[in-house]
């Protein structure tokens, strides 16, 4: 029998739940572009955006899902044949790169598979070897959605100071931002790129480039960009449409005010704080269900190493899409499908899950996800530890 | 730290969750009340509403909250020098009464405590001593939102039909309607009310009384009936306005005519059993976490007679209280408060508190709110036996 | 072909067009009933309520539509085997005195036609033949929706002072409230009523019984009142649910909030003039279209007597619903059906039809629909004077 | 004294006004993006885009807007190095343009002001002279929003026919797809862009590149395309993800659907002749306001190249924005500003100002937008011809 039949809950990396605030204040007729409300709104909520990523840098907006950023990021300061050098620690590292060869540069990769995140070391010693200086930026995913691993840019930040290489910084927080604590100026962060549905909490279509003082000299050195990507009067405009490049994303711009306020009143170390607690209380009862020689496996081992946005997690053979299914199907659980674990034995991924518990997100929301994958597992049979859900209640209680 | 910073989830028994459905359907400009669609909606939503009490008598819809509905079946059956008679089995019994006070209709009351539901012996033995019939109708709840105990009407209809006493039986399912089996016809119920905010997952202010064959008989002895609340016009209009008594409630029937979809699509069968597992899953946590010697106590302790739609418990001293207000502030839950259950040395009942599961409410959502009570528990400090969560989820596995 | 594809506007005398920010407001999810936010919003909104009918005496809200709030009035004052007197001006008038009726109370009626409005003269007339004070009190509408005659309160007042009667001067503000000035204390009135539809552009599902210090008096000297209608607890409620005899209606509290705020912020007096405005350029197109022997006749002639909130006019034949038609199919408009109207010729009152211009409205609105009018006309082949459009925007201009 | 307070009317040309369904449709929760409804769903509006452009060819939809579209076609089709031929009637054609000379195209243009609108003979002429068929593609505006110019595709194919040129025909119809007819295939354009916020009455962020067969060829001869822009996979993706290059635009995707529903519902022909019919409306008052040496011109005298969705005027000295402002602030209702009519006496461009007539349109609207255009140029002392409104009106009646 069927217990789905209450409030949906889409526990994938993205598109996160949406608060009630932002889907009402987009509920509203069309405004004027030109003048008025629209504008002293925007030009409110550029300081906001930039407190999200903690820079004083400059933030350019676009109407653009995440690979539209990828792409606008590299267009400001690289072209064809140019390089670039890409960490990779999952499918979106690859991504990222694959972006960058379409538009002529280079791309070289270091993968560091997807388990272990980046090896800095491996990371200065490749610096070190471009004794030319080509490589004009080095790209990484601050979170792999795919994965669930969180690389943190400070390591990576002293191996280029280490090996005195001048390339840009460039981070990939489409799945942290919002979520994950991140320090763009004090971290050295040069370019950090994300998209409006996942710790912002509104929905697909906006993307952000924030562009630290050593990215803008480098942009400025380009022989050339194209309009759409052209940061320039983005992050700097005369008249309110060029923003935007054009007209105004008004319905985006309407939820995202609602999303940032949400965010600000809470305070960006408290929203990082919840990320952080509700994770735990998710790995506490992951732990649980894997010991006892239980069949699920969180993808990452190191706690350190795990991104408190997206928990990526293996459960053999076919269990992921069962599980899957069995929670949409019976509890009104919606979660991540498995992306860029494919094996062997399992060509499509299916033995695969993930959870994504990114923005709107309290205790009882992540418990009952939790509770609904413990009766999923046994419904399915699959053998898992015992007390996981106590050890995740044990958590928020003591938060 | 706050855990509450995601989508509130307000478990009190009624007003109950609503479906995005139901709130999307009321979000609509004015219509035309003379003709048009809202005309068409309404005729074919008066079949929906009789098979949701299960009934072929007829309907009589109300702008009024229950307490209305009370007064409006009331009034069509009895007036000033009348007598009825109140099985009483909480609070809301007592109300039903007082409303019959009002309108100068005796309410004789057996209190049957708030424990134990009614004992149609005692209900017997009263028609009996009745030897002249002045009792023109037995009241009862058919689940007493403040007790949580659920009175089955055919032991009701039994002990009457024993007694050879002509009394109309009137149900007050406000709490009960859409949550629970409920046969108005096949179990000899005359009259039923219900509300739209519970298990009708409408918001507040529509009511609704389902008139039998006899009531209707009663109807047309009365010498007089009010125009608000004479349903003669409403069960059987000329005129579309009739219906309603004048203005249609356009916006609530946009509400319910969406509900009443959701509801059938589903099916009540279905509907009634979601609720009988979901229930059980809740009853399964807190007879764990009163097991050990826990502070929880439900209030009902017979499991036969406990509503599927709420549940009344108490955890001693000011704990009620404390678990409410840190589940509301830690994790995103409001738990109802407890009502009626005041005592010498609790006045003000905080030692009490109710959840309500009624209406529009999945696996997820009950076990979210049952891990967040544990992790309440245990941030309070009262003591509860272990393994709650499994058990819980035990039962959605089994479903 | 249709022209109608756009935004549709509804034009009849209520439901009247909403603001978005009341079904904004309303579009939230169930709140909390017995504590928190809307405690404290209701407790705002009753001073807020106040303001709009100019009184510092009490109000009562009711769940129920207009027709509730004539019966929950009535009954506070007068029950079986008492009389009042109402002054009849359209079909509104005989629909309070028939709920009287229900409720045993005589209602004695003078009947001043359709198009001339309350003669005071003969008010005091009767009220002096009524020497031993058997009317508690005294009927009238302050605007009738279905002829738009609109009763000046003040010289009833005259009357009633002028026989030395004691009885109570209840007013149907249903249509008028929150479009019409209004002056509940300053101009002698006891009771008003009115509902949430029209002038206070929230969906019809609430109701209003505003009560002056004479009307308390009287209603304490009552033997019983029903309880849901008693408005002694509403006016000065103990607990929060008091205020609406049960269950708060949320969502209409929440639209309404909106709606208290949008009026207090244009500012009553603000409203009340741009009411007459609007009425003015609607009047000046009327009397145009009537010129150089048009069909059209506006229902009321004297300007005095017309309200600002509702226009009810004659076109002939079936001309009025002919009209009607035109314009919803055409080009988007829907208008108000002739009520009342009904004679030998036309006994399906074919040839009338109102035009409802009350509450959320502005120039274009206005304009438009007289736009659609005119068009309306010629496309039937209704012989209508010229000018009228520019008569129209004229006023506007001049505004 | 404002008359503002009513529903505010946007009559700008673009964003248009959006119907209750599409922003109905966008208030919902995230949805799975990776399986289910969403897929099924943008599959079936595939078949309705191409419908809207009446083209068997393919679409490409890019979350961007309508100046990332122009950047999406070139990118397609050229690249540094190439040449495009640019007919430029107004600002947009420039931008367009420019666009171009951002990707290192160079675009030779064409410049036939403002208001003429294209001579098939010179572009056929300027076709000849590039022997050497250097033009990859020649592009123009379907209609240029700021002049209102509209411009018939079919002799600027005939012209390329003509003169044997192997070039594009690129159209840019972000002003006019979904209100101005057009038959891509049938009249033999290659390529045309839109934008989701005008004809297609959803807000700004989509926009779409309809893709010929010979388009599709050009673009597979292309060295490389970024990936963004690529059309390749969007056309004819293998993944769901694919259509859109990345995350889907959920809620965008939501009111499209809605719209595309509304529209083919109406049928294509009658939305067309909509347009026209009002257009004509529009232009009667215009007309007739300019007449007996009113102040008012209409920027296109011929009406044959007149925009059905957008109209320009000049209103002469600082009239434009005054009127604009009245209207605003007395009548609720926004006009569009001039835009690319500076002139040395007018530096701002403040005389002229435009209407937008696009979209969600109807008769009331309309006519309402034209009575307070006229109660405006009364109020601010601008002279203007008799007998505008009643001649808008007869249009209507005539439809």
């Not at 405004?31 to 629209?38: H, V």
């Not at 400059?58 to 064809?80: C, D, F, R």
């Not at 995202?256 to 990320?275: I, P, Y």
């Not at 992951?286 to 699920?296: H, K, M, T």
Request: proline fraction near 5%.
């Amino acid at each position: 029998m069927s217990l789905a039949a209450g409030r949906p809950y889409l526990a994938i990396p993205g598109p996160s739940v949406m608060p009630d605030a932002v889907l009402q204040a987009m509920h509203q007729p069309a405004p004027n572009i030109y003048e008025g409300d629209i504008v002293t709104m925007v030009q409110g909520m550029v300081p906001d955006l930039k407190k999200v990523a903690r820079t004083d840098g400059k933030v350019a907006i676009y109407i653009a899902n995440g690979h539209g950023a990828w792409e606008a990021s590299l267009t400001n300061i690289a072209g064809p044949g140019d390089k670039v050098l890409v960490c990779v620690t999952g499918r979106f590292g690859h991504g990222w790169a694959d972006m960058a060869e379409g538009l002529g540069i280079t791309a070289d990769k270091i993968d560091f598979g997807t388990k272990t995140g980046i090896d800095a070391t491996r990371l200065e010693e490749a610096l070190k070897a471009d004794t030319s200086h080509e490589y004009k930026a080095v790209l990484f995913s601050h979170v792999d959605t795919a994965t669930s691993l969180l690389n943190d840019p400070r390591p990576l930040r002293a191996a280029m100071d280490a090996a005195g290489h001048p390339a840009l910084l460039m981070a990939d927080c489409i799945a942290s931002m919002g979520c994950e604590e991140f320090q763009m100026d004090a971290w050295g962060v040069d370019i950090a790129v994300t998209g409006s549905q996942k710790g912002l909490m509104v929905p697909p279509g906006l993307s952000f480039v924030f562009v630290g003082p050593r990215a803008e000299q480098v942009r400025k050195a380009m022989p050339r960009v194209s309009r759409y990507w052209d940061w320039t009067p983005r992050i700097d405009p005369d008249f309110f449409y060029q923003f935007f490049g054009g007209t105004a994303p008004t319905h985006h711009l309407f939820g995202l005010r609602a999303s940032l306020t949400l965010l600000h009143d809470e305070g960006m170390e408290q929203v990082w704080k919840r990320h952080v607690t509700l994770a735990e209380a998710i790995w506490a009862a992951c732990e649980a269900w894997s010991s006892d020689n239980g069949a699920l496996r969180l993808n990452v081992a190191d706690r350190a190493l795990r991104s408190h946005a997206v928990t990526a997690l293996g459960l053999g053979e076919r269990n992921g899409s069962a599980l899957r299914q069995w929670v949409a199907n019976n509890a009104g659980v919606t979660l991540g499908i498995g992306l860029g674990m494919e094996t062997k034995e399992d060509p499509r991924g299916e033995g695969f899950f993930r959870i994504g518990h990114m923005g709107h997100l309290n205790a009882h929301m992540v418990l009952g996800m939790l509770g609904t994958l413990e009766a999923g597992m046994q419904a399915i049979g699959v053998h898992h530890g015992p007390g996981a859900l106590g050890a995740a209640a044990k958590v928020i209680a003591a938060a």
